[in-house]
Nanobody
Framework: QVQLVESGGGLVQAGGSLRLSCAVSGRTFSTYTMGWFRQAPGKEREFVAAIAWTGGSTYYADSVKARFTISRSTARNTLYLQMNGLQPEDTGVYYC?????????????????WGHGTQVTVSS
């Protein structure tokens, strides 16, 4: 069983920064990718960023490109999302997820393991 635990969310003013973490534990796989998704109130969950755990290839949604950076520490089994230049439209619950494939996916349906999420609120 895979456990994903997010942390680092909070309240920040527009233009501010936050760094989210996702601790990965339990069963691991030889190849997998990790992703961040978010869900704003009243909206569907959307893709934010993803990274191949081996190799580190990354992919971003256009809305966060150049502002957010996804990374991972293989030694600490931890996924990160550095968020700079936050805007009110970035508000939502942020989830980390694991896909048991070396291919980087952008659809939530491609990810089989999820954390419980961490709230990010950006005030204007």
């Amino acid at each position: 069983q895979v456990q994903l635990v997010e942390s680092g969310g909070g309240l920040v003013q527009a233009g501010g920064s936050l760094r989210l973490s996702c601790a990965v534990s339990g069963r691991t796989f030889s190849t997998y990718t990790m992703g961040w998704f978010r869900q704003a109130p009243g909206k569907e969950r959307e893709f934010v960023a993803a990274i191949a755990w081996t190799g580190g290839s990354t992919y971003y949604a256009d809305s966060v490109k150049a502002r957010f950076t996804i990374s991972r520490s293989t030694a600490r089994n931890t996924l990160y999302l550095q968020m700079n230049g936050l805007q009110p439209e970035d508000t939502g619950v942020y989830y980390c997820a694991m896909r048991t494939s070396w291919l980087v996916g952008t659809s939530q349906n491609e990810y089989g393991h999820w954390g419980h999420g961490t709230q990010v609120t950006v005030s204007s």
